[in-house]
């Protein structure tokens, strides 16, 4: 069965303290790895997706990687406004469909 | 603002009852799924349809029902409405079947 565990479930920051959060997947054939955004009563907010182990995309502070186990994003410098809950889900080319499987996320406070 | 629409934003009824959800999908968008993100469980996949036609099921309940439409906007349908069913209900859609998925800002259901 396709499974996402993150990693830590809650992560408090200073600005300007970098750090990584970590996604762990099985999955029978992965088509796609995603991450996405989510804050308080919204819609989660695409980020990156990353297909191939090696495979690295950088958005502003952000940074996603992607191994054959797992993905982190790393933060870089983090404000205030980056405080979210940050979501990584799973696409297999073996499930019905091409819907996400999605870990249950890291919630991450930024404190100035 | 990701283009996908949903309504209603907040929907509040009783055990019993029956309610339906509408989605519209970014423009140009074939691809249209419904999840289901409650505390405890996270984002949980529902049902997927492409092009009007059904593509996939999650863990959808038998209560539940959902169609797409020949513009392509999505109904999600639930009856027999239980308290458990309380959640924020999202709709996504992508371009084909493999690309990123763009979220809805979810409807609130409250179910007393």
């Known amino acids: 069965e396709d499974q996402v565990t993150q990693s830590p479930e809650a992560l408090r920051l200073q600005e300007g303290e970098s750090s990584s959060l970590n996604c762990s997947y099985t999955v029978s054939g992965l088509r796609g790895l995603f991450w996405y955004r989510q804050d308080p009563g919204k819609g989660p907010e695409f980020l990156f997706t990353?297909?191939?182990a090696g495979e690295e995309k950088e958005k502003e502070r952000l940074k996603a990687t992607l191994t054959k186990k797992e993905s982190f994003l790393h933060i870089t410098a983090p404000k205030p406004e980056d405080s979210a809950t940050y979501l990584c889900?799973?696409?297999?080319?073996?499930?019905?469909?091409?819907?996400?499987?999605f870990g249950k996320g890291t919630t991450l406070s930024v404190s100035s | 603002d990701s283009g996908v629409t949903q309504t209603p934003k907040h929907l509040i009824t009783a055990t019993g009852q029956r309610v339906t959800l509408r989605c519209s999908p970014r423009s140009g968008d074939l691809s249209v799924y419904w999840y289901q993100q409650s505390l405890d469980q996270g984002l949980q996949f529902l049902i997927q349809y492409y092009n009007g036609e059904e593509r996939a099921k999650g863990n959808i309940l038998e209560r539940f029902s959902a169609q797409q439409f020949p513009d392509l906007h999505s109904e999600l349908n639930l009856s027999s409405l239980e308290l458990g069913d309380s959640a924020l209900y999202f709709c996504?859609?992508?371009?084909?079947?493999?690309?990123?998925?763009?979220f809805g800002p979810g409807t609130r259901l409250t179910v007393l």
């Open positions: 990353l297909y191939s």
């Open positions: 889900a799973v696409q297999g080319f073996n499930q019905a469909g091409t819907a996400l499987i």
């Open positions: 996504a859609s992508s371009i084909g079947l493999a690309n990123e998925q763009f």
